[in-house]
């Protein structure tokens, strides 16, 4: 479980940088360019997803059960994580379905994270997915009072949105079919 715990605050603590001292986090760019800013982020965060996969992988041999969801709950989880795809999709093809969320990533992090806490109560569980559930949350409020920075995006077409749609759709179905269970070892259906 130490693994696990170790690398939620590696990868979740990068990604709250911006959150808890946007002026660090923007002095570090300064100084080290961009470059080594993100060459250093991204080591940061591929460390904190490979100790995530390993801890997580290791907790669920030895299982801490909380609470046992109801079967509907999976159900319920599914239909959750229908747009999960297509949101993330539409952060980088913009088009309405961005400008009405405006993160559309953040939103399918947390149907996400969400979904799957409805669907799994075991103690690792739990940490891993209220971990990436609550730094959504305080992701998207902290946004409030940052000053917004662009990410690299193709440019704004009507026809985005039904690419990040039937893309994200595209996915969706290969997760649930087969991709789930040939990376994670569980098939939600």
Request: hydrophobic letters at 55%; aromatic letters at 10%.
């Amino acid at each position: 479980m130490t693994t696990l715990i170790v690398g939620l605050i590696l990868f979740l603590g990068i990604h709250s940088l911006s959150i808890v001292n946007e002026p660090l986090r923007n002095r570090l760019h300064s100084q080290l360019g961009e470059g080594a800013f993100k060459g250093l982020y991204s080591v940061v965060s591929l460390i904190g997803l490979v100790l995530i996969v390993w801890g997580y992988g290791a907790a669920r041999m030895d299982p801490t059960v909380l609470y046992t969801p109801a079967g509907w709950l999976r159900h319920l989880a599914m239909l959750l994580l229908i747009p999960v795809f297509p949101l993330l999709f539409a952060t980088y093809f913009p088009g309405k379905i961005k400008a009405k969320l405006k993160h559309p990533m953040l939103v399918a992090v947390k149907l996400w994270a969400l979904a799957h806490l409805l669907a799994n109560g075991m103690l690792h569980d739990v940490l891993l997915f209220g971990a990436f559930l609550t730094w959504a949350v305080v992701d998207r409020i902290s946004m409030k009072r940052r000053t917004e920075r662009s990410i690299p995006t193709l440019p704004a077409s009507k026809a985005n949105d039904a690419i990040a749609v039937v893309g994200g759709l595209a996915v969706y179905v290969i997760t649930v079919f087969w991709a789930h269970q040939w990376l994670i070892g569980v098939s939600p259906v």
